[in-house]
């Protein structure tokens, strides 16, 4: 169990940094801007989770973390704490979703499918999408089928 969140302040200096990009484009489209700082956290420290190298010291640098480690924990602390059901005593039950869909074609790691299912309290899924996707949504009876995405697109997306 996590003990304490300790990213407050590099959660609050990438709030601030995305807010002032995101307000941009929303100003540009004459439109509204509303977004998560703590979801956009989460899944980039998922992503760095099962980065290596430059890649990771880029992730880290950005989220304000000193380590996978830190970044774990304090998503931990997140879900087991500030999204703990309160519901039975009155208070509110927040849903976080999390997940990771990867590429059937290619196996993830056994360290990040640990840290995924033990620290990020995520869900793995395996998807085709060279051919198909078609994906259950858990606790939902809708299906989310992409059968045409084009081919030549695949290999640069990035799904989280």
């Not at 879900?79 to 979703?97: I, N, T, Y």
């Amino acid at each position: 169990m996590a003990l304490r969140f300790t990213g407050r302040d590099s959660l609050t200096a990438l709030t601030y940094r995305l807010a002032e990009q995101l307000a941009v484009t929303s100003a540009e489209d004459h439109g509204n801007l509303i977004f998560s700082p703590l979801a956009i956290y989460s899944a980039l420290s998922l992503v760095a989770a099962g980065a290596r190298g430059s890649t990771l010291d880029e992730f880290l640098a950005v989220l304000g973390a000193s380590s996978r480690g830190e970044l774990a924990e304090n998503v931990l602390f997140v879900a087991e704490h500030a999204l703990a059901d309160c519901s039975k005593s009155g208070g509110p039950l927040v849903a976080f979703a999390s997940g990771v869909w990867h590429d059937a074609g290619r196996p993830l790691e056994p360290a990040y499918k640990e840290a995924v299912v033990t620290s990020y309290k995520a869900e793995i899924r395996a998807v085709d999408f060279r051919n198909k996707v078609s994906v259950h949504i858990p606790r939902s009876s809708h299906v989310i089928s992409c059968p045409s995405i084009d081919r030549s697109c695949q290999e640069n997306l990035v799904y989280i």
